[in-house]
């Protein structure tokens, strides 16, 4: 089967991506221990294999890396093991069938217009699709939670020590969002309310940035945004609303 999809930078670093897999083992634990065969595709997990050996780990289910390029693929080799393969794949998941993919820093890197394609084929086999980007250091990081029939929600999440202001976020939405933080777009206005309760919550600080996030989250549900997650998320620097309440018009 032939890859679909082209080769990326590939950059990573360990533990970059530790916010989403944390999410996933919280949110999606439950669907994968049901899973009579919990199967997660890391696809394009870069020029190391680090990121796709840290998913396996936190989550404890086999776990296969995807990547188009044969060195990568080739250089992963000696980290892997018989819950933790590595094959060389795209879009079309090298046919598998798994239960998650998780996708992070590849979508980034193409055309807003190939993401409808690439969601479709990421999960027509019924997969369940996590899609972001991050900052090189995953302080800063968002996903959409894809299934077939469409995207479900979106998440954002920082470390809040060394957050400026929400809007911050804006610079790492993904692919499907980032050339919508304007003006008149409901992405732009989540992060204005989440902005204007995070100034007006500064008193707070004192008693440390998560009773500020806490309150610039609630704030933004009292102006109306459907938050679906709860305190205990927040504290980790988390929100996640329906995709449908930021979707681009």
């Not at 598998?96 to 086999?125: G, H, I, K």
């Not at 004192?206 to 102006?223: C, L, N, T, Y």
Request: glycine share 8%; proline share 8%; aromatic share 6%.
């Amino acid at each position: 089967m032939k890859p679909v999809g082209s080769i990326t930078r590939g950059t990573t670093n360990p533990n970059r991506l530790r916010r989403v897999d944390n999410w996933i083992a919280a949110t999606l634990g439950g669907l994968l221990r049901r899973a009579p065969d919990p199967l997660v595709v890391d696809l394009g997990y870069g020029a190391s294999p680090v990121t796709a050996i840290e998913l396996h780990a936190r989550l404890g289910v086999p776990v296969v890396g995807l990547e188009i390029d044969p060195a990568r693929v080739a250089a992963a080799q000696p980290f892997a093991t018989a819950t933790l393969r590595f094959r060389r794949g795209g879009f079309e998941l090298a046919g598998l069938r798994p239960t998650l993919v998780r996708a992070f820093n590849v979508l980034r890197q193409y055309d807003e217009s190939d993401v409808p394609a690439a969601w479709a084929a990421m999960t027509a086999s019924g997969a369940l699709l996590v899609e972001g980007t991050c900052d090189e250091l995953g302080r800063l990081a968002s996903w959409v939670l894809v299934s077939r029939e469409g995207p479900r929600t979106l998440t954002l999440a920082s470390r809040l020590a060394s957050l400026d202001a929400p809007s911050t976020l804006a610079e790492r939405l993904p692919k499907s969002l980032i050339h919508h933080n304007v003006a008149g777009e409901r992405i732009h206005a989540l992060l204005s309310d989440l902005d204007a309760g995070w100034r007006a919550a500064a008193p707070l600080s004192v008693f440390g940035p998560r009773q500020r996030w806490r309150r610039a989250v609630e704030s933004a549900r009292e102006a109306g945004w459907p938050v679906l997650d709860r305190p205990a998320r927040w504290r980790l620097g988390e929100v996640t609303v329906p995709y449908a309440a930021v979707a681009p018009d």
